[in-house]
């Protein structure tokens, strides 16, 4: 890729960062802009990568041979217009990742739950074995202090996403399916449309390692609490298995009973001021809710489990609203902020206070909160007896580093 000028729209989106830095290791110079500053801008600067924030048509330079954007980002913009008037070639993120992998030994990961850890073990297990793989993941891992690795091999590793059928850019050798349960309300219209989706990508792919097979694999003494990490940890030894054959139980147990986890997969960040100890984490389905909330149970058997939710989406949170209440409603106190609407336009039948009332009538101690700083300053109240989460898909991460200024 040297003497390629990439340019990148959307660049701090987790995916998009993690492809940047593969495209700088291959020798191409990398551009990029974000709407706003975050933790992966930031990275992607402090390796050489120009950030922009803001999106304009001057962006663009003259002289890039490609732009790359993100799944998020529409024809109308400015830096996607400006690219098709320099007669630049132009692909979506999937497309984009999907070219890269083209004749490599590819594991792929995917499924509703799970699979950020599930990649990060695999990309880890071949790691400590020596096999140095190239390793895309959808979290920042602090093994590599990135949500890249840089390998020498053949080999390359990628968390695979669902949405929109995104996944279908691969052929993978391996396909690793951690589970299958419906979301992305707004594409799929129902479960048969979802699991359709994951049927076609079984298809194309050489291998398929679903639960019927991991099931039957044991897995070590993990760091991490909860039986799905141990389900995570079974799918990506039979993964790895199943690529490198070579490579011994002890050395895959070894690596997975040192797998430290990755950036808001239940990340502890600190005390806070009266106390109570702040975790983090991206459950934003029904069921990673409740399996989060279960394992804080069974790590912290003595103490108050207090959550405060970021709902992701109107549709998803409308779609599976009496999981979500359900879920919520396993807590100690759970307090819902207003849902994050990303693409959506406002719909009155989600919004947190009715998940509030819906939560609290499957006997849950749930309150709808205003924002940010109403929740900043109601976990900086929590004392020693109380375990603290900040949990979404959105940005409810930051209210918690505040509180713990």
């Known amino acids: 890729m040297k003497g390629q000028k ?9 995916g998009m960062s993690a492809l940047a830095q593969y495209y700088r290791s291959q020798g191409a110079d990398v551009t990029g802009s974000d709407r706003e500053v975050s933790p992966t801008t930031k990275m992607l600067e402090e390796k050489g990568i120009t950030v922009l924030i803001g999106q304009q048509a001057d962006n663009v330079p003259e002289d890039a041979t490609m732009l790359v954007y993100s799944a998020a980002i ?16 132009e692909l979506v993120y999937p497309e984009a990742l999907g070219k ?59 968390e695979a996403c669902e949405y929109r059928r995104h996944f279908l850019a691969f052929h993978p050798d391996v396909l690793v399916v951690t ?55 079974r799918a990506a030894k039979a993964g790895v298995k ?9 050395v895959i147990d070894e690596s997975l009973s040192s797998f430290r986890g990755t950036w808001r997969r239940f990340e502890h960040k600190g005390t806070l001021p009266e106390g109570a100890e702040l975790y983090d984490d991206y459950a934003h389905h029904p069921t990673s809710i409740e399996k989060t909330i279960g394992a804080a149970r069974e790590k912290f058997p003595d103490k108050k489990i ?17 999981g979500f209440a ?26 947190h206070d009715a998940l509030a009332e819906a939560a609290n009538k499957k006997g849950g101690n749930a309150k709808g909160v205003n924002g940010f700083e109403e929740t900043t300053e109601l976990l900086k109240t929590l004392g020693s007896d109380t375990i603290a989460f900040t949990m979404g898909a959105g940005d409810i991460y930051k209210a918690g580093e505040e509180a713990l200024k």
């Open 179 to 233: 589970n299958i349960e419906w979301d992305h309300t707004d594409f799929y219209k129902t479960a048969k449309e979802f699991e359709a989706a994951f049927d076609e990508i079984k298809q194309q792919s050489q291998t398929v390692i679903d639960s019927p097979i991991y099931g039957t694999v044991s897995a070590p003494e993990l760091k991490l609490p909860g039986e799905f990490n141990k389900e995570n940890a």
């Open 242 to 250: 199943a690529l490198c054959p070579d490579i011994s139980d002890s």
């Open 306 to 322: 207090v959550v405060f939710f970021h709902p992701h989406l109107y549709s998803r949170t409308r779609d599976l609203f009496d």
């Open 100 to 158: 890269v992998t083209e004749g490599k030994r590819l594991i792929a990961v995917v499924g509703t739950h799970g699979k950020t850890t599930t990649t990060a073990m695999i990309g880890k297990i071949l790691e400590d074995a020596g096999k140095d793989p190239t390793v895309i993941v959808g979290s920042i891992v602090p093994q590599w202090h990135s949500n890249f690795r840089a390998g020498s091999s053949d080999i390359f590793v990628v």
């Open 6 to 14: 990439i340019h990148m729209v959307g660049i701090g989106g987790i």
């Open 74 to 89: 529409q024809g109308e913009n400015p830096e996607r217009i400006r690219g098709r008037e320099l007669g630049i070639s």
């Open 326 to 351: 359900e879920s919520l409603a396993k807590a100690d106190q759970t307090y819902i902020l207003p849902v994050y609407a990303a693409r959506e336009p406002f719909d009155p039948s989600a919004t």
